[in-house]
């Protein structure tokens, strides 16, 4: 049956005959590799229905100023070894080396609400406790090791081990090493894609596999790499505004012919096919599974559904019309000190989440930050964020002037029905067999630990 074997898929020769009809549900970078290994495959009878007006889902680039992109979901390549998208930018020529050019911006300044910038040695000696840290909860998993209760958690380990090893410092000396630390533990929020690290089950946390390598962006924009798979599907085999409604998927009597799944739009348009390709995120599955599917998806998938993360990571990005940091900077890192903490609304403290804020051209800065604080900033007008984080800027770089933002570009992630969040983590109280039952390879469960 086999026919020849191109970059590793089997062509089949399928004489015109019992060739399949495939709906794939979804045109974000998944759904859209999956029509391209189909064609590859010499399986050309597929519909791609997507509900949003765009391809790409969690892929956007949008351009901040004049030939200047910036992405509102994945932005990072994450290692090179077997890593399909690292191919395929690097055979187009499209990627930059993560730390390889950043001219004369090379510093990364730990600076405090008072604007004083850290000693380096504080720094560094709180990141190597924090790395080795990451390590040991790591190894929970990769060695098997029995986590101390049922339900503990990366934020109680790291928050245990750490307070250890604060013990020989007093005052101030401890103050600014757990501040360091406590940055490093929202970034890590934004890595696990959590709202807080108490969230995320310490017992699995080693369970993703790091591609190894280094790490690359993609100037310009991580859509470009969709755009290269794109390029081998017709334009009519992709259907946007196309929202599904149900997945009917074990017809027994239908009337059109023997197709045994049958995909409803929302517009009441109806597919027919012989298998149906589901790519949407979790936090689309966790809102409508009950809904969505037609009988219901079996017993241990709707348990994995539920009891995985999906978690809010959103982007805030401020162009200003001049560099508002000095020429070698390359990321201002915010110490927020939780004693300054006045009261907890999150009106007043939502900003406390962004750790950090990246130069990325010139005069555009990108903070990230998540959970319920990323949230809520998608509930406030881009006027308000701006003056918000001005005051940010003029306190950590103690500037009594910064002008307001030209641009401001913010990603509501958390509001998009189409994803319903950002990225998925596993929960206390979730295991790896949740998105890899057993007997699918270790390479499908492959993920960063380092996103910046
Ligand atoms: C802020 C952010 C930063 C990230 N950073 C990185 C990074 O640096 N590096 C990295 O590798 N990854 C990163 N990621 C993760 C990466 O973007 C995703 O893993 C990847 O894009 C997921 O692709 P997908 O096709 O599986 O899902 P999606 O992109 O979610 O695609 C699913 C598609 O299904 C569509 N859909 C949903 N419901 C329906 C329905 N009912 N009917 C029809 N269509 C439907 C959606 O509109 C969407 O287009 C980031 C994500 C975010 C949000």
């Keep these: 049956m086999g026919e020849k074997v191109i970059d590793g898929i089997e062509k ?17 970078i998944s759904g859209i590799a999956t029509a391209d290994t189909l064609i590859r495959a010499g399986f050309t009878d597929f519909k791609i229905l997507e509900a ?31 890593n399909p998208i690292y191919k395929i930018a690097d055979d187009n020529n499209l990627l930059k080396l993560r730390h ?22 504080v720094v560094n000696s709180v990141n190597l406790a924090y790395g080795q840290l990451i390590i040991q909860a790591e190894d929970f998993y990769q060695s098997s090791i029995p986590t101390e209760e049922e339900n503990d958690s990366v934020g109680a380990f790291l ?20 501040m360091v630390f406590n940055q490093r533990k929202l970034l890590e929020c934004c890595i696990s894609g959590c ?33 290269i798979l794109k390029s081998s599907i017709p334009k009519d085999n992709i259907l946007l505004n196309h929202p599904v409604r149900c997945v009917h998927w074990s017809r027994k009597n239908c009337n059109e012919s023997d197709y045994k799944v049958m995909v409803e739009c929302e517009n009441g348009e109806m597919f027919y096919a012989n298998h149906v390709i589901v790519t949407v995120s979790l936090g689309v599955l966790k809102a409508a599974y009950d809904r969505m599917f037609d009988p219901p998806l079996p017993e241990e998938k709707v348990g994995a559904i539920d009891r995985l993360g999906f978690g809010i990571v959103d982007k805030v990005i401020l162009k200003f019309d001049k560099p508002v940091t000095e020429q070698d900077v390359f990321r201002i890192e915010l110490l927020w000190d939780d004693d300054n903490i006045k009261c907890n609304d999150l009106r007043h403290t939502w900003y406390r989440k962004i750790y950090s804020f990246e130069v990325l051209h010139e005069s555009v800065l990108v903070g ?25 800027l003029k306190k950590f770089l103690q500037k009594d002037h910064i002008p307001s933002p030209s641009k401001i570009v913010r990603t509501r992630w ?32 492959q993920r960063q630990r380092s996103h910046k």
């Design 52 to 82: 949003s007006g765009r391809t790409g889902g969690r892929i956007w680039t949008v351009e901040i100023d004049e030939g200047k992109k910036v992405d509102l979901g994945a932005h990072w390549i994450h290692g090179i070894e077997r």
């Design 195 to 227: 709202d807080r690290l108490e969230d995320v089950s310490l017992s699995e946390f080693g369970g993703y596999e790091e591609l190894p390598g280094v790490h690359y962006s993609i100037p310009p924009g991580f859509e470009a790499v969709l755009e």
């Design 100 to 121: 390889g050019d950043k001219g004369l911006r090379h510093r990364n300044c730990f600076l405090t609400e008072e604007g004083k910038e850290v000693n380096e040695k």
């Design 12 to 28: 089949i020769d399928l004489n015109g005959k019992d060739k399949p009809k495939i709906i794939i549900i979804g045109a974000g």
């Design 368 to 392: 990230w930050l998540s959970g319920k604080e990323a949230l809520y900033m998608e509930s406030l007008t881009e006027d308000q964020i701006a003056e918000d984080l001005v005051e940010v």
């Design 159 to 178: 928050e245990r081990e750490f307070s250890e090893r604060l013990e020989k410092y007093t005052n101030g000396d401890r103050h600014i090493r757990e």
């Design 414 to 445: 958390g509001n998009n029905s189409s994803t319903r969040g950002s990225y998925s983590f596993i929960k206390v109280g979730a295991s790896m067999t949740d998105i890899r039952p057993p007997g699918l390879s270790h390479s499908q469960t």
